[in-house]
């Protein structure tokens, strides 16, 4: 019942310009131009769709004032303009397009999404690496336009992370399209057990990244070695996982 009230409130105010999160690297503010059971869409003034999970967001702002002048700026999408009914079909729309996930913070990347499974995306940034990402953990997705490029690229890390070929079976790269390699599975549990006696990194970005050899799964946490470190990281948790090592950017 609670879900089905923020549905109905989030339907009647489509149309308005809203900021969604408060501050942070998720927050932006834009024109709510649909919702459906899963995620929102919104149309910022620098005219990017971009596409919320609805169960991520904490908090939506309505400036009228504000809002008035910004409508104004705002253009409408082209006629073309992708209308998916949830989240995983919006990512199947998605499929060998360039796509920026997450607004910022540690876990945002831009890349190409290569495949779409029910629980996980795989997607090929443009140093040819691999990530595999949880949906569960993608907050937003914003489809990177032709016009927005360069702006995206210039303004977006490089990859912090770096994949090699993986045990298990394997999608053999198309020379035409520099697709790589990349592991395939049903689903993310069989995923993990395809990486397994492989070097990983895991949450790639930020505070949260560990990487060793992926020596054990066991059905809620998998068990990684670095030396003579042993993490136990539970999977839930893990936001995004590759395959192969990436020297750390910062010794201590």
Known sequence: MQKKNVLSYMENMVGKVLKIYKDGPESRTGKLMGVNKDLIEIRTEDNQTVYYQLKH???IIENAKFGSKMLEEIEEPDGNKMKPANFNQLLKLLLQ?????NGG???HRVGVVIDVKPDFLVLQTEENDV????LEHIKSICAVEENQEEENESSSESSSESSESSEGEVVDATPANTKPNYITASDFENLLKKMIHNWVVVNGKG???TQGILVDYANDHIILVHHDEVFRIYTYHIKN???GFKEPKHKK
């Open 57 to 59: 967001i904490k908090s």
């Open 97 to 101: 397009k360039k796509i920026h996930i």
């Open 105 to 107: 913070g540690p876990s």
């Open 131 to 134: 990530f595999y990402y949880q």
């Open 207 to 209: 505070p949260e990244n």
């Open 241 to 243: 996982i590759s395959v």
